[in-house]
């Protein structure tokens, strides 16, 4: 019976830091079912799904807990469940660039709340625009729509919602 383990960790930005921690999750014949890294300032990022037997898992913990003090790691673990897959939800893909500005992103989470839209994921980057250096912001999500919805109506709504604000979207069906 497999066990599911969510891990994050914090630490600061250098080579090596995920090869070493993915290293210790195969070394404990352990498996990587979802994951995400990034350089986040100074700092690099680390959230892990990780599955294995429970003797496999209870090692990864204990090789996670030498690595925190090798690797200067701060470390939060949580057991979970598999997710549910709902062959109702229809995965979207959202895509949003506007200027910089505090409160996007609840803005548009805000929108998709109000909804019972449930958010997948969002990656978020800011960046200078070409020509102008102007801040702007450009985000990535993908939401999970119950086919009970209609699609066409929560588009124009979503778009109309964001020309209110000023911001640039669209909203597509993610291929998988």
Excluded at 47 to 62: T, V
Excluded at 103 to 125: A, L, P
Excluded at 139 to 153: A, H, L, Y
Aim: charged content about 20%.
């Amino acid at each position: 019976m497999n066990k599911y383990l969510v891990v994050t960790v914090l630490t600061q930005d250098r080579p090596g830091v995920a090869n070493q921690l993915t290293s210790t999750v195969t070394d404990n014949n352990c498996n990587i079912l979802d994951s995400r890294m990034a350089a986040l300032g100074s700092e690099f990022a680390i959230s892990m799904l990780i599955s294995g037997n429970a003797e496999s898992i209870l090692n990864f913990e204990n090789d996670l807990t030498e690595l925190e003090q090798k690797l200067d790691l701060l470390t939060q673990k949580k057991y979970t469940e598999p997710a549910d897959e709902h062959h109702s939800l229809l995965p979207y893909s959202i895509q949003v660039v506007s200027l910089d500005a505090p409160g996007i992103i609840k803005d548009i989470s805000t929108f998709f709340s109000n909804q019972s839209i449930n958010i997948e994921n969002i990656h978020s980057e800011s960046f200078k625009a070409p020509h102008t250096a102007a801040p702007m912001l450009a985000v990535n999500m993908t939401v999970k729509i119950p086919d009970s919805i209609k699609i066409s109506d929560i588009r124009e709504q979503f778009i109309d919602y964001c020309d209110e604000l000023n911001l640039d979207a669209t909203i597509g069906q993610l291929k998988t």
